[in-house]
């Protein structure tokens, strides 16, 4: 099957691309035309960077949240992916049980990266393919400038499995009471042993949908049609980020992210978040943490062409996985199955762009800058030496906050997510929240049985630096 681009679909009539969209989504293993967008964008990014040589970069960000530290820490500009997930757990959606959640087991990895990492990581990468362009507009004709792609990812620097995620949430909301809720059951944390049930999942969707309607039906009789209308909105992104259908547990390689924090000038690092890491007391225990979650599963896998996931699908262990080198990147389009003009053929080092992992070479086509999100995935030890990334120019990155980044340390996810949360606490209920409060006993010894030793730490009280900051 020859791949389309947009010049092509943007030629079709409406129902012929719908069509054509949808058979190369099925052929390529996409989850949804987003993927598909994004994959067809990266292809016109790297055939204008090799006609025209330009100093091009890409970017891949993976699930982005809400911020870090900049502006202020929890600041959240929308609520999809992992803030529409901790939206939904405040609200109730969730039910507040770990059987409503779609995962297939606790240890599954969600990469989120902070907001704020993104932006960074933007500007550092800007300033780099920049600097590399310098030389080359010196010497005139030649090669074209290489295409630089860095993936802004955490799965294989502080990873974030749905273990931790939900059980943060327990005990979030366990200490600082909702004024309103739609959850009508007692909380319960999530055991490490957690496996996917769909009878509950289903259950819980059919229950939740009935209190969405009702309270919504309520708001709109009230006067109160824009809460209904959120409410809505909120049910309709819980249905998309809730499902089987993305729990791909998928593992990204951040080589070339660190090795772009590397180049930076040493004045300049205190500017930048570029890696997120877990703190230096937490990293320790991650060994340990892994080794409770689940044994280390066997050797990944790349996606089948029936959408099933590669690293830790259908099992636990995957934090086990990154202890033992198996990190990955989804870094190549192509597709598994035979004829394909981007299948694997041998796995050998990407010439086209600045990938530190092995890549699937195209068989029928030259490899050079075809990148893309696709299911064709080739996983590579993390021990292998990154590209090098150009550095930037002093004083490309000032204008940053002077040493409001900790430099070479890192935050808890825990941390992290208790900001957002106290930033949507106010959101919805107009309520400051104190910055610690202890945790109820009976929650405490509820969660404290499902924790590892090395994250008991953070289970008794929880704790917050979100302050609010009116725009000027």
Known sequence: MATAGFPELLSLPPNEADARAAG????????????????????????????????????????????????????????????????????????????????????????????????????????????????????????????????AATSTTHPLTTF?????????TQAHARPLTLATRRGAPMAAGQAFDEAAWAANNWWTHLKVEAVGWLCRRLGRSRAARLLGAGWRTFQTINTPKYDLNLLFNAANLRQLE???????????????????????????????????????????????????????????????????????????????????????????????AECTEPATADCEGETADSKAAAFGPQSKTPVAVPAAPPGAGRGL??????????????????????????????????????LPQRALRELEAVLPPADSEWAAVARHTYVHIEAA
């Open 262 to 356: 590397a180049a930076l000038a040493p004045a300049e690092r205190a500017d930048y978040l570029l890696v997120w890491r877990p703190p230096p007391a937490a990293s320790a225990g991650a060994a340990e943490a892994g080794a409770l979650l689940g044994p280390a599963p066997g050797p990944p896998r790349p996606l089948s062409r029936g959408g099933s996931s590669s690293v830790g699908s259908g099992s636990s262990g995957a934090l086990a996985a990154l202890a033992g080198g198996e990190a990955g990147v989804v870094c190549s389009g192509g597709g598994s199955g035979a004829g394909s003009p981007l299948s694997c053929s041998t796995p050998r080092s990407f010439p086209g762009c600045s990938i530190d």
């Open 164 to 172: 931790t995620m939900f059980n943060h949430g327990f005990q979030w």
């Open 24 to 151: 190369l989504i099925d052929y390529f293993g996409f989850r949804n035309t987003y993927a598909l967008g994004k994959h067809l964008t990266e292809k016109a990014v790297a055939a204008l960077q090799r006609e025209h040589r330009l100093p091009l970069a890409i970017l891949r960000p993976s699930l982005v949240s809400s911020v870090a530290y900049e502006p202020y820490a929890g600041f959240t500009g929308n609520y999809a992916g992992h803030p529409g997930a901790c939206m939904a757990y405040l609200v109730g959606l969730y039910n507040d049980q770990p059987t409503s959640v779609a995962t297939a087991s606790a240890s599954s990895i969600w990469d989120v990266v902070p907001g704020d990492l993104v932006a960074h990581a933007c500007l550092a990468l800007a300033a780099a393919a920049a600097a590399a362009a310098q030389p080359a507009r010196q010497r005139g004709a030649g090669a074209p400038p290489r295409l630089l792609v860095v993936q």
């Open 401 to 438: 906050r002077p040493g409001a980044l900790p430099v070479g340390g890192g935050m808890s996810w825990q941390a992290f997510q208790s900001n957002t949360l106290a930033f949507m606490h106010r959101q919805l209920f107009g309520v400051e929240l104190p910055r610690e409060a202890p």
